[in-house]
């Protein structure tokens, strides 16, 4: 989910059916640190909506260190609200979104804009397609890029599209390292991999054809030529109703996964260390780190956060609903549940009330995860038991020093 420092969406906007009805006003961005008030002015800002966060960490590599502001949205519907609430200089459309595609997101956005208002959009994605770059422009973009994004493209896009935005001084884009890079490839490839195993399972060819362009996407950055070239086959014949068998074809993009993985465990010669993305073991001397347990029916926030924790030393379970939290508590009590607000079915409130059912305030913290800040729903959240808020944010700083803050308050520090 998407927070930066941005205002209620209209409700006009949202009886009309362009965007989603908006829960409440959204937290603004924390105050300013000392480094934030020494940063030059930004070049501009840009919105990224991406849903994979290799994809993202790219990208912000380039566009952060030339001195752009990047938001970023991880669904098309986070974008419609983003960009009503606030205006940004430079659009980047990612076009295979979890919910709605970047051509959809596009035409709400574009449906949405006031009057003499149309920022860039600039379609980021892997497909190669002869029809893509046509529909982009139907769809009311401006332009088709292939990723990744580079330094080289973002002075083309910034030349074009940001005439006024001059890139200050000393400001130059990075890459990710190949250690860096091989770290998130690991955890993206896993979960996409797992994806496409249960949509091949359920028959669901559109959400094989998603996973597959996904990790084509990360696969093709590491590089893994193999691989990236079954992920390619597995979307196009994904797309073709007159292919009815897809088991040989996910088979083969199986094989070369299960072929490819070993050797991203073991880091380049010569690269920096970098932490590990596994749980740390502990000597039996050793406490073992705390365990947060990750409420969230965002499968995308849930990878963020546990990216996060994890790279804090915490030990990190996940539960994609109210429900499975309840079971897993009873069965096995974490350090703490960090618990998003906003879920379908059993939400946030209904699930902390649940469990101080079975767990006392002192025996299990309950911090609520969300970026409402609502006083009114803020109350109720105390009453029905919550210790704490940790507030969401779209910047991976910001939201691990709201973790941190939230989790030390618990009493809770990282031991690794």
Not at 21 to 48: C, F, H, K, N, Y
Not at 57 to 84: D, H, K, W
Not at 125 to 130: D, E, Q
Request: with cysteine; glycine share 8%; hydrophobic share 45%.
């Amino acid at each position: 989910m998407m927070y930066d420092k941005q205002t209620p969406v209209p409700s006009e906007a949202a009886q009309s059916g362009l965007l989603p009805a908006s829960p409440g006003p959204i937290m603004p961005a924390p105050p300013p640190t000392v480094e934030d008030r020494e940063t030059p002015e930004p070049a501009g800002s840009v919105l990224l909506v991406e849903d994979d966060l290799v994809n993202v960490e790219i990208a912000r590599a380039v566009l952060e260190p030339a001195g752009f502001a990047v938001s970023v949205a991880m669904t098309g519907r986070e974008a419609v609200v983003a960009t009503v609430s606030r205006r940004f200089d430079l659009i980047l459309m990612d076009i295979q979104l979890p919910d709605i595609d970047g051509f959809e997101t596009t035409r709400r956005i574009r449906a949405a804009e006031a009057p003499g208002r149309r920022t860039p959009i600039v379609a980021m994605t892997g497909s190669v397609g002869a029809q893509i770059p046509q529909r982009c422009l139907d769809a009311g973009m401006d332009g088709h890029e292939a990723k990744p994004l580079t330094a080289e493209l973002l002075a083309r896009l910034a030349a074009r599209w940001l005439p006024g935005h001059v890139s200050g001084p000393g400001r130059q884009a990075t890459s990710l390292s190949p250690a860096r890079l091989a770290a998130l490839f690991r955890e993206s490839a896993a979960r996409l991999v797992a994806d496409l195993r249960r949509a091949h399972a359920g028959a669901d060819r559109v959400a094989v054809m998603r996973a597959a362009h996904t990790l084509k996407s990360i696969s093709a950055r590491v590089p893994a030529s193999q691989l990236t070239a079954r992920c390619e086959q597995l979307e196009a014949v994904a797309g073709n109703p007159q292919v009815a068998d897809l088991g040989p074809v996910v088979a083969a993009l199986l094989d070369a996964y299960a072929a490819l993985d070993p050797s991203l465990q073991n880091e380049p010669a010569g690269a920096p260390a970098v932490a590990p993305t596994t749980e740390p073991v502990a000597t039996p001397a050793a406490q073992p780190a705390p365990l947060v347990l990750v409420v969230d029916d965002e499968e995308n926030e849930r990878f963020l956060v546990r990216h996060t924790l994890k790279r804090d030393g915490y030990r990190v379970e996940e539960c994609d609903s109210g429900q499975a939290a309840l079971a897993f508590c009873r069965d096995r009590r974490p350090d703490v549940v960090l618990l998003d607000g906003l879920m379908p079915g059993m939400d946030g409130i209904a699930t902390c009330v649940a469990l101080r059912a079975d767990f006392q305030p002192a025996d299990l913290p309950i911090l609520m995860y969300s970026g409402l800040s609502d006083p009114g729903w803020r109350a109720r959240a105390l009453q029905a038991g919550a210790n704490g808020f940790v507030d969401k944010s779209v910047g991976m700083n910001e939201l691990a020093a709201n973790l941190r803050a939230g989790l030390i308050a618990c009493g809770l520090a990282a031991r690794g």
